[in-house]
């Protein structure tokens, strides 16, 4: 702790002993026990018996016997409270402890932590957990036949793909996935992919500054050469663009296609991969997949160090949930839901659809009822309120949510926040200036709520979505941490039903859900490997299996 330069006089430090005690002593006494004058010399017996019979000396003895223990007791003190050399500073550290603005933000709801867990027994419920992962783990094992033909691919100086991605920073990872798996299946570089404004954010971050470049490399060294940019004997070529590319392409399909439209100077330049690559690949491509989600694709120091940083002030209040809320204005208009607000907010939405059409993702005929419960809209701050506490939630449950700000703001979230009072974002937990790196970047504000909600306790998100299905993933190449996948279709015709008792309605979302808590799936066809890594990219304990 810095100490002023006005405060470099000696401190004095006092012991306070009670009045009754000194009043009880005459000046005499307290003499002839401190000062101890020398007197005539009498016979040791004469003088012990005159001692034993003085009152005086009880009451000195008994005094003299409770200080001695008071100090005792006072070093003892001392040692247990941490950062105080000095029994003088106790004092001073509490008094600027309380008074620390970062210290107090770290410190929300910390102070009844203690007796919520006594009472609630917050750490025991049964709704940490954690789901049993059967033995599997990650498992890359490449075969022998593309050990083989790496040799050549990475030596190879003739062909070069470049990418542009776009979208958010959950959309844009899965692009770039994608991106290093099509210049293997083509057997060219890959130019660092290039990250497009977002014309919703602005956001005109580049990979580096969202992801760890030269562990980008590192990992990825031995599947596809990645460059930083075009060499000198290609920087003058004038790349092929092939913007045609069709849902769900097969590699054979790839290789027909874009082996012809390298040039003679061998570059070429592939815009809009979202779902451009078929999702049942090859097992080694299914492989390379996982390796570049969960393995090269590690976000930057900074955003790593802030977002561990973040997680430990989550862990250090005790278990943690994240929720993944997509309660955005935005999200309503694009999936053709109403917030459910108020009437205002519902016009609000219903005329911004009216006047852009085009921003509605799918089904343009359904009506928002039949959205509903067909399991297509967001659940709202109500619906995760009521889901959490029939899935066993504790009350003093810490909750972590990550998302933009929801259309309606604090307000929209009160049925949540009243329920569960520790109730955190980004911003409650960072420390003063410590965002503003990231301000106006919302990629790297997604990354900062992806490292979050990836190491909590239990994930669930209210929306389906790329970030919902890439942290669930990670978790489940992580050992199958808990997730809890909303069974929005099933479990919304009972939120509706207001004859049922609460103990009834918490069993049958409870049986709703028994499958639906993280356990291992195996991927099935046409789902992607990077949110079911089951078979293809794990293994349980009757194969072999190798970690990266």
């Not at 003190?77 to 620390?100: A, G, M, R, W, Y």
């Not at 959309?171 to 996935?177: A, G, K, L, M, P």
């Not at 979202?274 to 930057?300: G, N, T, W």
């Not at 297509?376 to 909750?399: D, F, H, Q, W, Y």
Request: with cysteine; glycine share 6%; aromatic share 8%.
């Amino acid at each position: 702790m810095a100490v002023s330069k006005s405060n470099k006089k000696k401190q004095q430090c006092y012991i306070a002993v009670p009045s009754q005690i000194i009043n009880s002593l005459s000046s005499s006494g307290l003499q002839s026990l401190l000062l101890s004058p020398k007197k005539k010399s009498q016979s040791f017996s004469v003088k012990l018996r005159l001692l034993l019979n003085n009152p005086r000396f009880w009451v000195l003895f008994l005094f003299a016997f409770g200080f001695v223990g008071m100090l005792k007791m006072w070093f003892n003190f001392e040692t247990l409270v941490p950062f105080t050399p000095k029994p003088c500073e106790i004092f001073q550290e509490k008094s600027s402890f309380s008074n620390d603005k970062q210290v107090s933000q770290l410190s929300i709801g910390a102070l009844n932590v203690g007796k919520e867990k006594e009472e609630d027994g917050d750490e025991k419920s049964e709704f940490w957990q954690q789901p049993d992962g059967l033995g599997y783990r990650p498992c890359l094992d490449l075969s022998a036949e593309y050990r083989k033909t790496s040799v050549d691919i990475v030596k190879g100086r003739k062909k070069y793909l470049m990418v542009v991605v776009s979208g958010g920073m959950n959309q844009q990872r899965n692009q770039i996935v994608d991106a290093v798996v099509i210049a293997r299946i083509l057997g060219a570089a890959l130019v660092v992919p290039i990250l497009q404004v977002n014309v919703i954010w602005g956001d005109e971050s580049e990979f580096s500054d969202i992801f760890d470049l030269d562990h980008f490399k590192e990992v990825l060294a031995n599947d596809v050469r990645i460059v930083s940019s075009l060499p000198s004997t290609h920087v003058m070529s004038r790349p092929v663009e092939e913007s045609r590319t069709p849902l769900h392409a097969s590699p054979e399909w790839i290789r027909s296609h874009y082996t012809r439209k390298f040039r003679r100077d061998g570059v070429l330049l592939l815009r809009g991969l979202d779902s451009r690559l078929s999702k049942d690949l090859p097992s080694d491509l299914q492989k390379l997949r996982c390796k570049v989600a969960f393995h090269a694709l590690r976000f930057s120091p900074s955003i790593l160090e802030l977002g561990n940083k973040l997680t430990e002030r989550m862990r250090s209040k005790g278990p943690y949930i994240a929720l993944h809320l997509r309660m955005e204005k935005d999200v309503w208009v694009r999936t053709g839901c109403l917030p459910g607000l108020s009437h205002e907010y519902d016009e609000m939405i219903n005329n911004e659809r009216k006047q852009r059409p085009e921003l509605l993702t799918s089904r343009s005929n359904m009506t928002y009822h039949t959205r509903k419960l067909s399991g297509l809209c967001p659940l709202n701050a109500l619906e995760v309120t009521r889901l959490l506490k029939a899935l066993g939630a504790p009350k003093s449950a810490r909750i972590y949510w990550a998302g933009g700000i929801p259309l309606g703001g604090k307000e929209a979230l009160q049925p949540l926040t009243s329920e569960f009072t520790h109730f955190y974002n980004k911003e409650d937990l960072a420390l003063p200036g410590e965002l503003e790196p990231f301000a106006k970047k919302a990629s790297l504000m997604a990354a900062l709520d992806y490292i979050v909600s990836a190491n909590s306790n239990v994930f669930m998100p209210s929306h389906g979505g790329n970030m919902g299905h890439a942290i669930q993933g990670h978790r489940a190449y992580a050992g199958h941490k808990k997730t809890i996948t909303p069974n929005k279709r099933q479990m919304l015709r009972h939120f509706l039903n207001s004859s049922l008792s609460e103990t009834e309605f918490n069993r049958i979302i409870l049986e709703l859900h028994r499958d639906s808590l993280g356990q291992p799936e195996l991927r099935k066809a046409g789902r992607d490997v990077t949110k079911y890594p089951v078979p293809e990219c794990m293994c349980n304990g009757t194969t072999n299996h190798s970690s990266m």
